[in-house]
């Protein structure tokens, strides 16, 4: 069972960090993986990072504005958004997965999914 939060309201260059956090203690063992939905489109791959922590992956338009990190000792999972721009806007949901890999999956092939946090990039 995976919950985010963190969404919200940004300007045109805010912040924002969103998280996801586990319910239980098998966290440490999962690769997460974030996707987002913006209305009317399909769910696109975001960011994962493996299970340890030392492998992280970006979709190009991403890369070098957000992060993806963990606190296993927490069992949660961190997206930080800079540099926001107003087609960031989605929802934003994380996803775990046994599967070693940070390469993005079919929805089917993942563990858990979180119901989502909304960001919104508007001034």
């Known amino acids: 069972h995976l919950v985010e939060s963190g969404g919200g309201l940004a300007q045109p260059g805010g912040s924002l960090r969103l998280s996801c956090t586990a319910s239980?203690?098998?966290?440490?063992?999962?690769?997460t993986h974030w996707f987002r939905q913006a209305p009317g489109q399909e769910r696109d791959f975001v960011a994962a990072?493996?299970?340890?922590?030392?492998?992280?992956r970006y979709t190009p338009s991403t890369k070098g504005r957000f992060a993806v990190s963990r606190d296993n000792a927490k069992n949660t999972a961190y997206l930080q958004l800079n540099s926001l721009k107003p087609e960031d806007t989605a929802i934003y949901h994380c996803?775990?997965?046994?599967?070693?890999?940070?390469?993005?999956?079919?929805?089917?092939?993942?563990?858990?999914w979180g119901q989502g946090t909304q960001v919104t990039v508007s001034s």
């Open positions: 239980d203690g098998t966290f440490s063992t999962y690769q």
């Open positions: 996803a775990a997965t046994s599967r070693p890999t940070v390469m993005p999956l079919s929805p089917g092939e993942y563990d858990y």
């Open positions: 990072i493996s299970s340890d922590g030392t492998t992280t």
